[in-house]
């Protein structure tokens, strides 16, 4: 089982360690059984946050046996980190362990050396300031998370659990990964390359564009232009893309990219199809095209998603 230690540190943020807690001690793998076991560790025993005391159940020692080790942010990300805490992660990035922040936590990792000549994101108010302390650290502002491989960055709130979220992904799979994000009531989060993630609020029921999006899930092998999509809803072209950006964040054709994109993933997890077939029934206009933007979106082309992600043939 994948051991996650979350490291606590005076004055975290409860929300950014609740989420991590919450999320990856949820998860369950295919056949059922827990993804996780998830360990809360810090420098003492008992470490204070500004609303409350918690008592964690290990030491330092935890990070020592850590596959994932994940730190909150704080509340003053400017405070002193103690030696012997920089020097427990930079023992476990010696041995191998991925490290993930949210948050100021990143703050953390910097303090270490161990984004030195990386990319990283925080919370965009502490942006400016991590670029300032840190000028070998390419900070990115605008993104919810950074994954430099075996480092990845977030930033504050929501960006924590599209992580999260990402790293379930990372090691379990699409639909493992949907799973988590339908206990967590969040939507799954598509990166787009992995230099940027962006997350795209697909529309409530309450939304005037649901049975659209609906009807674009159950037609994603059509030729769906923004005239067929308007004319299915019954508007205007201009005015369809105007009200279909303010309640999605993006546009009709890269979110219908995008969903052809999870769709091909689930095929590509779940099936033994060929890769042009799945091209074809994702909707994409041939082979070539669906290779090119599967990769320029995933990071991995087809072959490669399904050998890491794919169901074993019998």
Not at 140 to 168: K, N, Q, W, Y
Not at 184 to 204: K, M, N
Not at 252 to 280: G, K, V
Request: with cysteine; net charge neutral; glycine share 8%.
């Amino acid at each position: 089982m994948h051991q996650i230690a979350v490291l606590a540190l005076h004055n975290f943020i409860p929300y950014d360690l609740g989420i991590a807690c919450e999320v990856f001690g949820r998860a369950r793998t295919s056949r059922g059984e827990e993804a996780y076991c998830v360990q809360v560790c810090g420098l003492t025993r008992t470490i204070r946050s500004r609303p409350f005391d918690i008592r964690v159940s290990s030491g330092l020692e935890a990070l020592s046996g850590a596959d994932t080790i994940l730190v909150p942010g704080v509340e003053d990300p400017m405070v002193h980190v103690p030696a012997s805490v920089l020097a427990a992660l930079q023992d476990s990035w010696r041995r191998g362990a991925r490290l993930a922040s949210i948050c100021s936590g990143a703050f953390v990792l910097a303090a270490s050396g161990l984004l030195d000549g990386k990319r990283a994101t925080t919370h965009w108010i502490g942006a400016a300031k991590l670029a300032e302390l840190y000028p070998t650290i390419t900070v990115e502002p605008d993104v919810l998370f950074v994954d430099e491989g075996r480092i990845i960055t977030s930033a504050g709130a929501s960006a924590g659990l599209d992580m999260c979220l990402h790293l379930i992904r990372c090691d379990y799979g699409q639909a493992v990964a949907a799973q988590a994000a339908r206990l967590a009531v969040a939507p799954l989060s598509r990166d787009g390359g992995q230099a940027q993630f962006i997350r795209h609020e697909p529309p409530t029921s309450r939304s005037s564009l649901a049975s659209l999006i609906e009807w674009i899930t159950i037609n994603l092998d059509k030729s769906l232009t923004v005239e067929t999509l308007a004319k299915q809803a019954c508007m205007s072209p201009r005015t369809f893309a105007r009200r279909f950006r303010e309640q999605t964040g993006t546009t009709p054709l890269q979110y219908i990219l995008m969903m052809r994109i999870q769709r091909a993933q689930e095929l590509l997890e779940n099936s033994h199809m060929l890769i042009d077939q799945i091209a074809t029934l994702a909707g994409f206009e041939s082979p070539v095209t669906f290779r090119a933007r599967f990769r320029s979106t995933v990071g991995l082309t087809p072959t490669e998603y399904r050998r890491r992600f794919g169901t074993p043939q019998e």
